[in-house]
C-alpha cells in the first residue's frame, strides 16, 4: 500500500515536466541564438579577434568555429546565472530560505494515512 503511494506522489510531482522541459529546451535555443549575434558582433566589431584568442596560446590547430562554440556555451551560462539570480530576488519561491520549521508541510507525509 506505501509503494503504490509514493508511486501516485512521484507521478503527480512529474504532471507538467515535459511542458516545462520544453519550455527550457526552448529558452536554452533562444539564448544560444542570442549569444551567437552577440559574439559575432563583438569578433565583427572589433573588440574580440581570433588572434587575440590564439595568442593566449590555444593551438592554431582549433577552428574558429569550436571557439565561437565555447564562447557561445560561456556567454549562455553568464545569462543562466543571472537569470538565476533574478529569480532568487523577485520570485518568493526563490528568496524562502530552506530548513524553516513551519506547521505546513510543503510535500505530503507518505506515513500520514488520514487518521488523526
Request: hydrophobic share 45%; glycine share 6%.
Amino acid at each position: 500500500m506505501r509503494l503504490e503511494k509514493k508511486r501516485e506522489e512521484e507521478l503527480e510531482r512529474r504532471k507538467g515536466t515535459t511542458c516545462k522541459t520544453l519550455i527550457q529546451f526552448t529558452w536554452l535555443l533562444i539564448s544560444f541564438v542570442i549569444a551567437y549575434f552577440v559574439i559575432d558582433l563583438i569578433i565583427n566589431a572589433g573588440y574580440l579577434s581570433y588572434n587575440m584568442i590564439y595568442g593566449v596560446g590555444i593551438p592554431r590547430s582549433i577552428p574558429p568555429i569550436a571557439i565561437k562554440v565555447v564562447l557561445m556555451f560561456v556567454i549562455v551560462v553568464v545569462m543562466q546565472f543571472f537569470m538565476f539570480i533574478g529569480f532568487m530576488f523577485a520570485n518568493p519561491e526563490g528568496r524562502r530560505r530552506t530548513g524553516d520549521p513551519t506547521l505546513k508541510s510543503r510535500t505530503k507525509d507518505p506515513y500520514d494515512y488520514g487518521r488523526d
